[in-house]
């Protein structure tokens, strides 16, 4: 790895860790609302989470890498997914 990228990496990694997250202020509101044992099922699940994404990420990179058919599928779901939620939204606002 070249130097650039890994202090470049450095620098946006702690940026993000000295920023509290949707999950940080999550688990702060849990526990001054319902106490230290319920902010513990929230870490729990931020955890389950995050560790599901990770998986699911990996195994997408895989196919990505892998399989360009499913490269060109997904691509055009994601089209298709972006077209109608535009269309959608102009749909409801009576453009």
């Known amino acids: 790895m070249e130097l650039h990228v890994y ?5 946006a990694t702690t940026i993000m860790i000295a920023l509290p997250g949707p999950s940080v202020l999550l688990t702060v509101s849990h526990s001054i609302s319902f106490g230290w044992k319920h902010a513990l099922f929230t870490v729990a ?8 994404q990770l998986i699911v990420a990996a195994n997408v990179r895989g196919l990505l890498q892998s399989r360009r058919a499913f490269q060109l599928v997904l691509r055009t779901a994601g089209g298709l997914l972006i077209t109608a939620g535009v269309g959608l939204a102009l749909a409801r606002r009576g453009n």
């Open 7 to 11: 202090l470049t990496f450095v620098i």
């Open 45 to 52: 699940g931020a955890t389950i989470g995050i560790a599901v």
